[in-house]
């Protein structure tokens, strides 16, 4: 279970340091340039599910998508708990299994790039 906690802290962190990134560059200026936001959503995710995966020893996919469920989870309650009521609950589980496919993306592509014995 500690992959998964690390994984899903690089995925802040990387999210956290390109949202820098771009607001320092004048690429994202309001909440309403969506697509840069999603791309650097979608990107986090991948990455907590990568790292996530290459610290398991096995099962890399489940870790990589329990990586980016945890995302999810810790973003989602972040969000809520600023502007409750914000997200319709299809949107919400949606958005959950979204985060389960691109961690699991991640983990699949750690065990990809992973030592071949």
Not at 53 to 68: F, K, N
Not at 69 to 83: D, E, G, S, Y
Request: glycine share 18%.
């Amino acid at each position: 279970m500690g992959a998964v906690a690390v994984g899903a802290m690089a995925g802040f962190a990387g999210s956290l340091l390109f949202f820098l990134i771009l607001g320092i560059s004048g690429i994202v200026d309001s909440p309403s340039d969506a697509i840069p936001l999603l791309i650097l959503e979608f990107g986090g995710l991948v990455g907590a599910g990568y790292v996530a995966g290459r610290l398991a020893g096995r099962d890399q996919v489940v870790h990589g998508g329990y990586a980016g469920l945890l995302v999810f989870f810790v973003a989602t309650v972040i969000t809520l708990a600023a502007t409750p009521g914000s997200a319709s609950p299809l949107v919400l589980l949606f958005t959950a299994f979204l985060a389960v496919v691109l961690g699991s993306a991640g983990g699949t592509l750690a065990k990809a790039t992973g030592n071949q014995s």
